[in-house]
């Protein structure tokens, strides 16, 4: 980039050229699973790692690459890989610094299937898995053994929403020679400048805000560190992974509105969140722009904004029963897991199972916050609600 611009402007201009002789702002969708080489001596030097010429489908296309540079340059990274799915981006990371007799740390409110894939890691791979306490900050020092290699973090974790000091941590890491991978998704690379604060690697589940619709599983692994994108690439190679062009193209379709769509999905959940703050049937909200949420000072800090997801805590005076009869009697929240759609979800946790030492009572109910007007949604909490008295 030349000349410095506003985030919003950048998504709409980037580096993107378009070829010779058709202008026009998308990018092309180039399919192939074969790339034809002129003549043998090209074939024999053509070097999959080099992205400035292409060898196989898999490896990468103009598409790719494309969605590739501008999803590097929005996190302000210098490299990325694509992988099918958040999750494959996670698996991508592990699978590049994880041997045999190595350990890992992870906070204990980190996403689920991450924290799944950590035990298989133990169970099977001989690594051990531990898991931090996610507000532990510069204590994580005590923690780092001689073979810990890699420490998970999510910021927030993205159902319980505590907030984790993230320079505490990296500079704790750095200290030891540990490598930090950061679950940004939350942010959308929109409201944290995670490489700023010492991260080492940040995952992107672009299923979330960068598609926007609701109908693409994709994700990223975006790093500054050229010896550190080539371990993960060897990583994205030996496991094979690639991604359709025409999702590559959805993603990159949702890029110029992501900060408008992130800025409308946060206005309107503090909205939502202030609404339920000031409800009796709620003893907590867990939205890191709010007090009740652990590590809301570090939020305030560190980033620039807050996404559509929180959840709430009921009063431990109703039951399960009551709360799931609340989630089933919402009509415009509908029932399901992911978020950053237009569409607004609810979600009730068994937290109390999921997370050591969880100190409140009460059931836990995530919101997702759509792009439905704001009024809607606390009507919508509003009359549902009322069935709780009944
Ligand atoms: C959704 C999500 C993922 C995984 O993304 P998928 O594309 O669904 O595999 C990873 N981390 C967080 C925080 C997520 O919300």
């Given at each position: 980039m030349t000349t410095k611009k506003s985030p919003q402007t950048s998504l709409i201009h980037s580096d993107y050229t378009p070829p010779a002789g058709f202008g026009a702002f998308p990018p092309a969708i180039h399919h192939a699973s074969t790339v034809l080489f002129p003549n043998v001596a090209a074939l024999r030097s053509g070097d999959w790692k080099d992205k400035s010429a292409y060898t196989y489908g898999l490896h990468g296309t103009p598409t790719t690459f494309t969605l590739e540079a501008r999803l590097a340059e929005i996190e302000g990274g210098s490299d990325c890989l694509l992988a099918p799915s958040g999750l494959a981006a996670i698996a991508m990371v592990d699978f590049a610094l994880l041997k045999t007799g190595d350990d890992i740390l992870l906070p204990d409110n980190i996403y689920n299937p991450n924290r799944v894939l950590g035990n298989w890691l133990q169970d099977t791979m001989g690594i051990t898995a531990r898991y931090y306490d996610p507000l532990i900050g510069a204590g994580i020092a005590q923690l780092?053994?001689?073979?810990?290699?890699l420490i998970w973090a999510e910021a927030p974790g993205s159902v319980s929403m505590e907030v984790p000091d993230l320079p505490a941590i990296c500079a704790a890491a750095k200290d030891k020679g540990v490598v930090v991978a950061l679950d940004n998704t939350w942010s959308a690379g929109i409201a944290l400048r995670a490489f700023d604060l010492g991260v080492d690697i940040v995952v992107q589940a672009?299923?979330?805000?960068?598609?926007?619709?609701?109908d693409v599983l994709m994700g990223a692994v975006i790093t500054q560190d050229k010896s550190l994108h080539d371990r993960l690439a060897l990583s994205h190679m030996r496991l094979g992974y690639g991604v359709g062009a025409d999702d590559a193209y959805l993603v990159m379709r949702g890029l110029p509105t992501l900060k408008l769509r992130f800025d409308a999905h946060d206005a309107g959940a503090r909205k939502v969140a202030a609404w339920l703050k000031a409800r009796p049937e709620i003893t907590k909200v867990l939205h890191p722009a709010f007090e009740d949420c652990p590590g809301h000072d570090t939020w305030k800090r560190d980033f620039t904004g807050a996404g559509g997801l929180f959840s709430v805590l009921f009063d431990a005076r109703y039951s399960e029963e009551q709360t799931d009869r609340f989630v089933d009697a919402l009509k415009l929240f509908k029932i399901g897991f992911s978020w950053g759609g237009p569409n607004s979800l609810c979600v009730p946790y068994r937290i109390q199972a999921m997370r050591r030492g969880w100190p409140d009572a009460g059931i836990l109910v995530r919101f997702n916050i759509g792009l439905e007007d704001p009024d809607d949604l606390i009507a919508d909490i509003e009359a549902a609600l009322a069935l709780l008295q009944s």
């Amino acid at each position: 980039m030349t000349t410095k611009k506003s985030p919003q402007t950048s998504l709409i201009h980037s580096d993107y050229t378009p070829p010779a002789g058709f202008g026009a702002f998308p990018p092309a969708i180039h399919h192939a699973s074969t790339v034809l080489f002129p003549n043998v001596a090209a074939l024999r030097s053509g070097d999959w790692k080099d992205k400035s010429a292409y060898t196989y489908g898999l490896h990468g296309t103009p598409t790719t690459f494309t969605l590739e540079a501008r999803l590097a340059e929005i996190e302000g990274g210098s490299d990325c890989l694509l992988a099918p799915s958040g999750l494959a981006a996670i698996a991508m990371v592990d699978f590049a610094l994880l041997k045999t007799g190595d350990d890992i740390l992870l906070p204990d409110n980190i996403y689920n299937p991450n924290r799944v894939l950590g035990n298989w890691l133990q169970d099977t791979m001989g690594i051990t898995a531990r898991y931090y306490d996610p507000l532990i900050g510069a204590g994580i020092a005590q923690l780092i053994r001689p073979n810990t290699r890699l420490i998970w973090a999510e910021a927030p974790g993205s159902v319980s929403m505590e907030v984790p000091d993230l320079p505490a941590i990296c500079a704790a890491a750095k200290d030891k020679g540990v490598v930090v991978a950061l679950d940004n998704t939350w942010s959308a690379g929109i409201a944290l400048r995670a490489f700023d604060l010492g991260v080492d690697i940040v995952v992107q589940a672009l299923t979330k805000y960068q598609s926007g619709g609701a109908d693409v599983l994709m994700g990223a692994v975006i790093t500054q560190d050229k010896s550190l994108h080539d371990r993960l690439a060897l990583s994205h190679m030996r496991l094979g992974y690639g991604v359709g062009a025409d999702d590559a193209y959805l993603v990159m379709r949702g890029l110029p509105t992501l900060k408008l769509r992130f800025d409308a999905h946060d206005a309107g959940a503090r909205k939502v969140a202030a609404w339920l703050k000031a409800r009796p049937e709620i003893t907590k909200v867990l939205h890191p722009a709010f007090e009740d949420c652990p590590g809301h000072d570090t939020w305030k800090r560190d980033f620039t904004g807050a996404g559509g997801l929180f959840s709430v805590l009921f009063d431990a005076r109703y039951s399960e029963e009551q709360t799931d009869r609340f989630v089933d009697a919402l009509k415009l929240f509908k029932i399901g897991f992911s978020w950053g759609g237009p569409n607004s979800l609810c979600v009730p946790y068994r937290i109390q199972a999921m997370r050591r030492g969880w100190p409140d009572a009460g059931i836990l109910v995530r919101f997702n916050i759509g792009l439905e007007d704001p009024d809607d949604l606390i009507a919508d909490i509003e009359a549902a609600l009322a069935l709780l008295q009944s």
